[in-house]
């Protein structure tokens, strides 16, 4: 019988927490912890511990280390930026506690999830729900935009009121569906990182944890190409202007300067998951989608595996089958391609007038 689990009551006793304890919340460093993972992590963990210490009567090191531990999963593993917007989510913390910590006793999980849903109801109140055990192995990848909500994505950004958030919206959109690009990369684009050539189009990312080249999916590639070529040689391609390139103050614009996006705040999460789900449907390698996505491991595809569409059986047998030769690796399949490659170039004229009637919107 499933129960349920309710957040602790929102209430204003606060203890006090002195200069000593923030000067050591500070000096703390897990010792299981490769420093490159803390470092990446540290400032969001200090900050969090000292925010949330007044609400609590734990002890400073088993509430510093129970947030180290968990916001290390979340962000190395499941990819979640550093705001609190993306880490206190009351349904992630559940999946942590019940997926992620391995090895551990059922008293120490229990304590793991009070303390997490503590920090939620205390520092995102407005996050509070009852959850319900059932969630408990439910996966946390985002869910993908439908087809109808893709045709609504697709259009928010020409509803921005000035040619400068349309530009910005216009990068979230087709650099995050069409790259499948994190908030953390896009933000670190410049202008020279998009070329494109005879095979199409390809952006090159330098920032974050796994640099690579990612070629951009076609119906995106003239949007991208645009948007690149409206800042200057060298100049970051998103919000060009701003000095300050944290992914927290990017977010925050996001929220708050730019009209709703499917009635929220755009979600770059949804996008990317848009991007590696609708690759893993149309036949991509988990390896080749590894590389293209910034992964380490077959691991950070497992999430979306609920998300990709059943394969009938007739089409399991077949492209298992060792008979049959893979139809995507065929000579037939790279002639077809550059067929499909000449015909699309000889547009060229009705592509660089849709630029250019993008160009016009967003310059």
Not at 42 to 49: A, G, H, L, S, W
Not at 189 to 214: C, F, I, K, S, Y
Not at 223 to 234: I, K, Q, S, Y
């Amino acid at each position: 019988m499933p129960q349920e689990v309710t957040l602790p009551r929102h209430h204003t006793d606060r203890r006090t927490v002195t200069d000593a304890t923030i000067n050591l919340v500070h000096q703390y460093r897990p010792i299981d912890m490769p420093t490159a993972r803390w470092d990446a992590i540290r400032e969001y963990v200090n900050d969090t511990t000292v925010r949330f210490l007044p609400h609590t009567a734990e002890s400073r090191v088993k509430v510093q280390r129970t947030i180290a531990v968990y916001v290390d999963w979340a962000h190395h593993t499941v990819e979640r930026d550093l705001t609190d917007e993306d880490l206190l989510d009351p349904e992630l913390v559940v999946y942590f506690v019940a997926n992620a910590l391995p090895g551990m006793s059922k008293s120490t999980c229990q304590q793991y999830r009070a303390v997490l849903l503590r920090v939620v109801d205390r520092l995102l109140p407005e996050r509070r729900r009852l959850l319900n055990v059932r969630s408990f192995g439910k996966n946390p990848a985002i869910v993908p935009f439908t087809s109808a909500e893709l045709r609504l994505v697709l259009r928010w950004p020409m509803e921005q009121g000035t040619p400068y958030k349309r530009h910005a919206a216009a990068c979230l959109v087709h650099f995050m569906l069409g790259a499948g690009l994190r908030h953390s990369e896009l933000i670190d684009l410049v202008r020279e990182d998009v070329v494109e050539d005879d095979r199409g189009v390809v952006v090159t990312v330098r920032a974050g944890r796994n640099p690579r080249v990612v070629p951009v999916l076609g119906v995106h590639e003239d949007a991208v190409v645009v948007l690149a070529g409206c800042v200057a040689p060298g100049a970051h391609i998103y919000r060009a202007d701003q000095s300050a390139r944290g992914v927290s103050a990017t977010s925050a614009w996001v929220q708050t300067s730019l009209r709703p996006c499917l009635g929220r705040g755009f979600n770059p999460h949804r996008a990317r998951s848009t991007w590696i789900v609708g690759h893993l449907d149309r036949g991509v390698s988990a390896s080749a989608l590894i590389v293209a996505a910034g992964l380490t491991s077959f691991t950070g595809l497992q999430r979306y595996a609920p998300h990709v569409t059943t394969v009938p059986v007739e089409q399991v047998r077949r492209e298992l089958s060792v008979l049959e030769l893979d139809r995507r690796k065929s000579a037939a399949w790279w002639v077809e391609s550059a067929e499909y490659r000449h015909a699309r170039n000889s547009q060229a004229q009705i592509r660089a007038r849709q630029r250019e009637q993008f160009r016009q919107g967003v310059s």
